[in-house]
């Protein structure tokens, strides 16, 4: 009776000691996995000031002008069918 109780005994510390070291293997992937992420948002802030440094000094200004004159094709010039104004295309 005993040498059972010793072998169950003996089975239940390996299965712990391969838990433990599953846990531990989980704990330095997930530290890792931190660390890299930290980097990536450290990385993404510094972007996002020159983000707001680039738009405070109005460099998104210059390129969102609605006046912007772009040739149009002669099919496309003047009024739509309808004379009110609105271009309407045919898509085929």
């Known amino acids: 009776m005993q040498e059972m109780l010793n072998s169950t005994t003996n089975k239940l510390t ?12 989980l ?3 997930t ?3 931190t660390r890299a992420l930290n980097m990536s948002i450290e990385e993404l ?5 020159v983000c707001r440094v680039d738009i405070g000094k109005g ?6 002008n609605r ?3 772009v040739p149009k094709l002669k099919k ?17």
Not at 14 to 25: C, N
């Open 14 to 25: 390996m299965g712990d000691d391969a838990l433990k070291a599953m846990v531990i293997t």
């Open 27 to 29: 704990k330095e992937e």
């Open 31 to 33: 530290m890792a996995t």
């Open 45 to 49: 802030e510094g972007e996002l000031v």
């Open 59 to 64: 460099v998104l200004g210059v390129t969102l």
């Open 67 to 69: 006046d912007i004159d």
């Open 76 to 92: 496309f010039k003047g009024k739509g069918p309808q004379g009110n104004g609105q271009l309407l295309v045919r898509i085929e």
